[in-house]
């Protein structure tokens, strides 16, 4: 074998070498980091979706509450007023007037049922016929202006501002 001739070849490939001998640790050590990093964003994002998952899931619990018991508020309100029904149907004294004025404060109490409750009634005489609130049972001939409401059969009711039930009129028509 030959040995080398040129030591000023040996002089400059042994600095390149050992560069890139610490180029590698370097390397591994950063590698080494990444990993660590990689790792803890893989756990992070583990966890932010888990806590996604768990207000989601709380969330339709949450709905579906909210829907099961909505009506609570105004069930209690009723049980006031079937009490005071009750009360008068078992009321034995024969007096007329005492049944009215229980049956009309039973009506009060229902009234206020209703109003915390945003139930409202429709009482649409005089006004034009509106098919979202009211059904139009029939026609008479009225001085009224043609479908315009000249009686109520039976009242309408609005929940907020939707129709719970429309109100059954009488709508005028031209004179013949």
Same mark, same amino acid.
């Given at each position: 074998?030959?040995?080398? &001739? ?10 390149? *070498?050992? *560069? ?7 390397? @591994?050590? $950063? ?7 990689? @790792?803890? /964003?893989?756990?992070?994002?583990? $966890? ?9 899931? $709380? @969330? ?42 229980? /049956? ?30 009211? &059904? @139009? ?16 059969? &039976?009242?309408?009711?609005?929940? *907020? ?7 059954? /009129? ?7």
């Amino acid at each position: 074998m030959q040995e080398n &001739q040129n030591p000023q070849a040996e002089e400059v490939l042994e600095p390149v *070498a050992t *560069a890139t001998e610490e180029a590698g640790v370097d390397c @591994a050590e $950063r590698l080494v980091q990444l990993e660590a990093e990689l @790792a803890d /964003v893989k756990e992070q994002f583990l $966890r932010a979706k888990a806590e996604t998952e768990n207000q989601r899931r $709380r @969330a339709a619990e949450d709905v579906a509450k909210a829907q099961k018991f909505a009506i609570e508020r105004f069930a209690s309100e009723l049980v006031s007023v079937k009490d005071s029904l009750e009360m008068a149907l078992l009321d034995q004294s024969g007096k007329f007037d005492n049944l009215k004025l229980g /049956v009309d404060l039973t009506l009060k109490q229902l009234l206020a049922a209703f109003e915390k409750s945003q139930i409202s009634e429709i009482n649409p005489i005089g006004d034009k016929l509106d098919p979202h609130r009211h &059904q @139009a049972i029939s026609t008479e001939e009225s001085d009224a202006e043609a479908n315009t409401v000249v009686r109520v059969m &039976q009242k309408g009711y609005l929940l *907020a501002d939707r129709v719970l039930r429309p109100a059954m /009129v009488v709508v005028a028509k031209a004179k013949s």
